[in-house]
């Protein structure tokens, strides 16, 4: 800390402020009208959010809700009444989930903050009271903090950079909920799909192993054929138990985006993802999207600039950084015989002497941070560029997968059903194999799901790379083969 | 059944296929055939006279006579052998077909025979059972340098003695006869033999077995013994034609066997002899009547017998297999099973799944149901009564007494006279058989039939 010397000045050397100089007065004025102007947006800025985030694909159409009312509550349950497309799922997680209405609060707490830093400091009133034997002293200060007033402009500026700032922060918030409400909407109906396939494929194995229980009880198999089939029903049996509790999960993932309980948290999902679209779309160059249209790299942007502000800021205020001025009335009573009283006027000024610390810490502190959020700004644009490429390829790979599975390896497989039942007529197959065959055709379906899913996942990631943000440890193909494993750890 | 005329063979003829003549200059024109029907018997044009043989489902190779020597001209080369009615099989063969075309000469007969090689990989002939020159044995790197691809070949030697016989390659032997290289072969005895009587009817086949799984065209030439084709010349029942014989005639049947297992040739209704081998005639004093013989591998043998009895009597291998089509050898035996509630539910996962073989396997003979492409049904063929529940190595002895001499088609289905039919009793009353209560003692855990006792003193089997 810097030794404040305070120094009293008074008597001889204290002056009336007599007329204020005619600048100083319009700086104050100027000073006055900016604190006049910086009174809290009613919205709390959640307008310029929805500004942002209009029109993105990931909207689905809709306005995020910064505090869900009675008519918005009545078209949740609207949407909720029906099977629940994804659009639907999006719009209620933007009018009803708690994540939204976080990020309308943060949005609303930096709207504070700025009209906070535009506000004009509270003059100080200061006053003691001393008494020195008969002497009694009044001492009455009223005091005002004259660089935050000086530096008023800078602070509300800089404040007004971080709210922004803070908008795109809090548009970024609401497309990641869309995104994320997307992805759980995606995974929840695909988990859902999955168990009605695998389910089947349980079906298949019970009917084998009832049969070859049936085939032992009758004398024609072992007991080493029988515990086999017995063997492939068990593991059907897990696989199946395994894929319900995905479902559940993921349903509840989703349950909770869209912030539901009680009876709402019962809503239907539609059977099946929707299809394939017919081709990929013509982006033309992604990257150059991504750096125009994030809103992360806006941010960053934003972020830098109003470090950049601060930057002056802290450079005016590194060797004095605060000073306070006073207006001092001292009136002592003498309570003897003649009962004299004194009064002195004078002011104050409280002033750090920059002897220890001339600001260098605070100005290289600065520097740091501005250096810092450029690094961020470079670090962002870096991470955009290359998450638009990766979501690009990721979204091509899932698309052509799906698409393979769509147009060959279904088809395939049903041929190769179709061509068991034939071998089956012709008694060179034995039923077993059938089901086996119909069982390996429902992994395949399952797989095929799959790949619709991890397509659909491709696709918001794709978006929200675009035009959003950062999806945050996407890749596709490490979701697929995460979540893969135990839904179809039989095939 | 899908008979074919017998006289189908002659109409189509032997057609001369587009090989240039100035290549072919000093060779006889090489002959091919298109048709799987039996030829009728070719009655020799020159040369020596003899009785000719009617190849089952094939044909005999003309000759040219040139300076008195028989000259035959066999091309081996890939061919499309329908073994039955939609169901064609890539083989390897001789002019056209698989088998290739019987060759009959007449004992003293000077033969030369062109060998013209068309195949991907060299071959030879071996002549099987023949007395000749070593050099003309046939055996690729030991007796002759084997046939390089479009090259040909010529064998010279003389036909010493009467009987039957066949030709095969002896040249990567296992694939080239594994893809159906083979041929019938008949010497005739140049003058009456002691030991050989004449006989009005007189066919040959061979026996051949393919891997050829079902849905495909091509034989696995590595299979060992799960073959699933079971064939008399290259055909399978029901389209083995029928061998047509007038009351009374005497009729020979030669049987060759190039399969890897021995196949017991049974004739209904009749008692045969063996009257000759690939070795020769049997002595008469060595004959024995049966009406099974078994013909092993590599084997010929020649049966005998005046066809007696009218009607249609079955001629087939004994072995059960052997008179079934394709078939699932790994299929677990189903009968007995109970399907109930499980079929249902089958049926939910694969809407054209039926039962089957819980109660045997005679639904395949009797149920026509979609089974893979370019191949043959396990059993089939139906007959005046139903089902046949047959196929493979099986077909039909037709004696009637109205089959004119030298007629060899197909009299149709035979009219049994009033009474002779097995027929059912009348209220007989019996209760059907129905499955056994109890499970069979292994089954039962207690039972002591079903404890694994340890090989040990005399408890155990004493091998």
């Known amino acids: 800390m810097n030794p404040i010397v305070r120094r009293q000045l008074a008597g001889p050397l204290c002056y009336r402020r007599s007329s204020t100089p005619l600048k100083r007065a319009a700086a104050f004025a100027s000073v006055l009208i900016l604190a006049g102007c910086a009174s809290l947006s009613p919205d709390g800025g959640s307008a310029d959010v929805q500004a942002l985030v209009n029109g993105n694909p990931l909207m689905a159409g809709t306005t995020a809700q910064r505090a869900p009312d009675e008519a918005s509550q009545k078209s949740v349950d609207a949407l909720l009444a029906k099977p629940l497309d994804v659009e639907a799922a999006v719009r209620i997680a933007l009018i009803n989930g708690p994540r939204v209405q976080d990020a309308f609060a943060t949005l609303q707490l930096s709207d504070a903050d700025r009209v906070q830093a535009a506000s004009l400091p509270n003059p100080v009133l200061s006053f003691s009271r001393l008494a020195q034997g008969s002497e009694r002293e009044f001492e009455r200060m009223l005091s005002f903090n004259v660089v935050g007033l000086v530096t008023l402009p800078w602070q509300a500026r800089w404040a007004g950079q971080r709210h922004e700032a803070a908008k795109l922060q809090a548009a970024q918030s609401v497309l990641m909920l869309a995104a994320d409400t997307r992805r759980a909407w995606v995974r929840a109906v695909a988990a859902q799909q999955s168990v009605v396939y695998l389910r089947d494929a349980k079906e298949a194995a019970e009917a084998g192993a009832e049969l070859a229980h049936r085939m032992a009880q009758v004398g024609n198999w072992s007991a080493l054929q029988r515990t086999r089939e017995q063997l492939l029903l068990a593991d059907a049996s897990a696989q199946l138990a395994r894929a319900e509790q995905a479902a559940v999960a993921s349903r509840e993932q989703l349950t909770r985006l869209m912030g539901l309980s009680g009876a709402r948290a019962s809503y239907t999902l539609p059977d099946r993802l929707p299809p394939l679209p017919q081709a990929a779309p013509e982006l033309g160059d992604v990257q150059a999207l991504a750096l125009r249209d994030r809103l992360d790299v806006r941010s960053a942007q934003a972020q830098n600039t109003a470090v950049a502000g601060s930057l002056g800021l802290t450079r005016a205020t590194s060797v004095i950084n605060a000073m306070e001025l006073g207006v001092v009335r001292n009136t002592t009573f003498d309570n003897d015989a003649d009962r004299t009283k004194k009064t002195k006027r004078g002011f104050e000024l409280d002033l750090p002497i920059p002897i220890f610390d001339w600001g260098q810490a605070r100005n290289g502190r600065a520097e740091a941070q501005y250096l810092q959020s450029a690094a961020r700004v470079r670090d962002v644009g870096v991470l955009a560029a290359s998450e638009a490429r990766e979501a690009w390829q990721g979204w091509n790979t899932a698309y052509a997968i799906a698409r393979r599975y769509r147009d060959e390896v279904l088809p395939l497989r049903k041929k190769v059903n179709e061509e068991m039942v034939l071998r089956y007529n012709g008694m060179l197959a034995s039923v077993w194999e059938l089901l086996g065959e119909t069982r390996a055709s429902m992994l395949a379906v399952n797989a095929g799901i799959e790949a619709q899913r991890d397509f659909w996942l491709a696709d918001t990631d794709l978006q929200l790379v675009l035009t959003g943000s950062s999806p945050g440890g996407m890749t596709a193909a490490q979701t697929a083969s995460a979540s893969d494993a135990p839904a179809t750890g039989g095939h | ?463």
């Open chain 2, 1 to 463: 059944m899908n008979r074919r005329n017998f006289f189908a063979g002659a109409a189509t003829a032997v057609a001369a296929t587009s090989v240039s003549r100035v290549a072919m200059a000093a060779l006889p024109e090489p002959v091919s055939q298109g048709s799987t029907a039996t030829a009728a018997p070719l009655v020799p044009p020159n040369g020596r006279p003899y009785n000719p043989v009617v190849t089952l489902n094939g044909w005999t190779l003309p000759w040219r006579m040139n300076a008195g020597v028989k000259e035959f001209h066999l091309v081996a080369e890939p061919v499309v052998r329908e073994m039955a009615p939609g169901f064609k099989v890539n083989m390897w063969g001789y002019n056209g077909q698989s088998p290739g075309p019987t060759i009959e000469v007449v004992e003293g007969d000077r033969l030369r025979i062109f060998v013209t090689n068309r195949l991907p990989e060299h071959t030879t002939v071996h002549w099987h059972g023949q007395r000749l020159p070593n050099g003309m044995d046939g055996v690729g790197g030991i007796t002759q340098p084997h046939i390089p691809p479009g090259k040909t070949f010529v064998y010279e030697f003389t036909a010493r003695r009467p009987g039957t016989f066949m030709y095969h390659p002896h040249a990567d032997e296992m694939v080239q006869m594994a893809m159906g290289m083979m041929g019938f072969w008949v010497t005739h005895p140049k003058e009456s033999h002691p030991l050989i009587d004449p006989v009005q009817r007189d066919f040959c086949f061979l026996l051949g077995s393919f891997d050829v799984e079902p849905g495909s065209a091509t034989p696995k030439v590595n299979t060992m013994t799960d073959f699933n084709i079971w064939s008399f010349n290259s055909r399978v029942f029901p389209a083995i034609d029928t061998l047509n014989v007038r009351k009374g005639d005497r009729v020979r049947i030669r049987v060759g066997n190039l399969t890897m297992t021995n196949h017991p040739i049974h004739i209904h209704g009749h008692e045969f002899e063996v009257t000759g081998t690939d070795g020769g005639p049997v002595p008469r004093t060595a004959r024995w009547p049966e009406v099974s013989v078994d013909v092993a591998v590599g084997q010929m043998r020649q049966m005998e017998f005046i066809a007696d009895e009218e009607g249609d009597w079955s001629l087939h291998c004994h072995k059960a297999h052997h008179t079934m089509g394709p078939m699932g050898h790994d299929v677990p035996t189903m009968i007995g099973v109970d399907h109930k509630g499980v079929a249902e539910k089958i049926r939910k996962l694969v809407p054209d799944y039926m039962v089957m073989g819980d109660k045997g396997m005679a639904d395949m003979g009797e149920m026509e149901m979609p089974i893979p492409d370019n191949t043959v049904p396990m059993m089939t063929g139906t007959g005046p009564f139903g089902s046949a529940e047959m196929g493979g190595m099986f077909t039909l002895l037709k004696v009637r007494r109205d089959q004119k001499p030298g007629d060899y088609r197909d009299p149709g289905w035979f009219k049994h006279p009033p009474g002779t039919v097995a027929r059912e009793v009348p209220n007989a009353n019996m209760p059907p058989a129905t499955r056994k209560e109890t499970p069979a003692p292994s089954m039962k855990n207690s039972s002591p039939d079903a404890t694994v006792r340890k090989p040990s003193g005399s408890g155990a089997h004493n091998h």
